[in-house]
Structure formats: C-alpha cells, structure tokens
C-alpha cells in the first residue's frame, strides 16, 4: 500500500507563495499519476492539479497560471507550486494517487 506523506502548507499572506510537497512510499511511484486535492470548510473537495506518469498535467480553471504541479521520480515527490494566492485558496490540500490520500496540509491565505 502506497504511503502519502504531504509537507510546505502554512500561513502566507494574499499575493504570496507556497510550494507543497508529497513524498511517496515504495518503488512504483514513477509508475503513478499524481494528484492535489483541496478542501475548503463547507465545501466539497476538488481537484486542483493532476500529473501523469508521463509528465501531461491539468488544473482546475480556478488555478490556472497561478499553480504548477510537477513530479520528481528520482525521489518519489510530487510538487505544487503556489503563487498569487489569494483567500480563496485556503484549504485543506491533500495529495492523491490511486484512491489514496494523504493526511492533508493546511495552507491558509490571509488578506
């Protein structure tokens, strides 16, 4: 069973940048699309970004040119990258692959 361990949420102000993180366990992660989900109080979960193995990404329309998801085999990481944040965006953001999830990382935006 794959292992997410999600890292790099916090407190930044409106027009800042954060870059999250999650680390995969086992030998398959370069096999895996990858994923950032979020959830904010009183709504439902969305997808933020996705990447395949092969390195194609997608984003919801709500984060395009702000956020960047990118993939580092070598070390069984996923990243996203998060600039111009905005309050909107405070979230509960979670890494996924598989059905799995991580705990989640707080990233909270104040204005």
Known sequence: QVQLVESGGGLVQAGGSLRLSCAASGTMFRFYGMGWHRQAPGKQRELVAA?????????ADSVKGRFTISRDNAKNTVY???????PEDTAVYYCTTRSIWGQGTQVTVSS
């Not at 990447?51 to 984003?59: Q, R, W």
């Open 51 to 59: 990447i395949t193995s092969g390195g194609n990404t997608n984003y």
């Open 80 to 86: 996203l990258q998060m600039n111009g944040l905005v």
